[in-house]
């Protein structure tokens, strides 16, 4: 049986994230749905993590496996066709048969854009967390520092999904700005429910002075979720990278 | 009686262009409505032209008359709050009497965004021509210069509009490619209906070889619409820049 790696990006807004949901429409269903009809039976998807409501992926990976013999460069056309606009697959790959999308995933970056100015942008709704009061980057910079690193992140995760252990290094977290636009990128071997969107809300929470940068490595050791700031919203939210074992191709 | 200039932006996807239409929903009309209540009554709106449905404007310029005393700078966020997040007043200026935002308008500039790359992108969905056939820049720019000049554009336009001339003067169009997106900025005195669509189109058309670059002027000549190349499509079109008289500082 082949194992298929898929490529995709995705806007987020009109889906209920990436895991397929018992009454809203998932990024998995609608891509499980345009593949059945190309490869001939139902298709179950295993992508490389849970995007939540309103997320966007600039890159997303999953894989499937099939009998079909449809050659991998003709895949992407062929699905596309099928799919709303708002999901693209940019590329198809064969893989060998102990890859998995999510357990073979190395590292993970998610961006999450600010966008900081009084006024309104009109063609960044739903793309950007809306923030019209100033935020200084250099104090959001110095508070995400601390979140870099090997920590229990409890403090800045939302219940309500089983994990082994709360423990996870940050590799780096960097925050940007180019004129309205604040970028806040993060890279980790893994992330708990919420915690880069919590991490961006502490960030946030430092630059408004509700605790110094400084406070962050005492809150990450109380492991208590009010002590951190608030949870960023999904809008913000795109994963822009992800790492694999340089065997698998994708 | 005060004449207020506002300078807003907009992402013309839900909307039936900027003209009030008796059906569908317009620019003008979602602004006029939002307005009213902050004046004290019914508004109506001039604007720089007529924008089609589906099409963008990243700067737009409308006037009204008032009585009400609103101080300018606290009309955008009032009306901000009022409005839909697709539509967007970015400043508000007292300007004498005499300015109309169409008749004061000196030039104008639109530009064209093509997505030209063989698989779409989904954060573009609605904001630009997706064109999966490779297009060369260099033929499309050959065909755009031959469009610069004082000429009779009635072979490009589009008729349903009454127009005293169809004579304009194009003052530039460049084409400029970054990666897989096209770039079509044209600057005229003034636009046929669907003329800057029509350009594009042909400019198109003579990188499809469907006629030569040194065909253009011999179009032109013919006055004739089925001649030159087809309509592009509404979505990748945007109102870029505006000109009026330095006496009126918007």
């Given at each position: 049986?082949?194992?298929?790696?898929?490529?995709?990006?995705?806007?987020?807004?009109?889906?209920?994230?990436?895991?397929v949901q018992k009454r809203d429409r998932s990024v998995a269903e609608t891509l499980e749905r345009a593949l059945s009809p190309i490869v001939g039976h139902v298709v179950k998807l295993t992508g490389a993590g849970r995007t939540d409501a309103g997320v966007h992926a600039e890159v997303y990976i999953a894989n499937f496996r099939t009998n079909s013999t449809i050659p991998c460069d003709r895949l992407p056309l062929a699905v596309n066709t099928r799919l709303p606009a708002d999901i693209v697959v940019t590329k198809a790959s064969e893989v060998p048969p102990e890859f998995n999308a999510i357990s073979s995933c190395l590292k993970k970056e998610y961006t999450y854009r600010i966008y900081n100015s009084r006024?309104?942008?009109?063609?960044?709704?739903?793309?950007?967390?809306?923030?019209?009061?100033?935020?200084?980057?250099f104090i959001m910079q110095k508070a995400a520092s601390y979140f870099v690193g090997t920590h229990d992140f409890a403090a800045v995760r939302s219940v309500g999904t089983e994990t082994r252990t709360t423990i996870r290094t940050v590799h780096n977290f960097t925050i940007t700005r180019t004129e309205t636009l604040i970028e806040c990128r993060v890279c980790a071997d893994g992330f708990l429910y919420n915690m880069a969107r919590a991490m961006?809300?502490?960030?946030?929470?430092?630059?408004?002075?509700?605790?110094?940068?400084?406070?962050?490595?005492?809150?990450?050791?109380?492991?208590?979720?009010?002590?951190?700031g608030p949870t960023a919203p999904p809008q913000g939210l795109y994963m822009t990278k992800l790492w694999y074992e340089e065997s698998y191709i994708l």
């Open positions: 049986m082949r194992n298929i790696a898929l490529k995709l990006m995705y806007d987020g807004t009109a889906y209920h994230g990436w895991q006024i309104r942008n009109a063609f960044l709704v739903n793309r950007v967390w809306f923030y019209p009061k100033h935020l200084d980057e961006v809300g502490s960030c946030v929470y430092a630059a408004e002075e509700k605790f110094h940068p400084e406070d962050v490595p005492r809150i990450l050791a109380s492991k208590n979720r009010t002590d951190a």
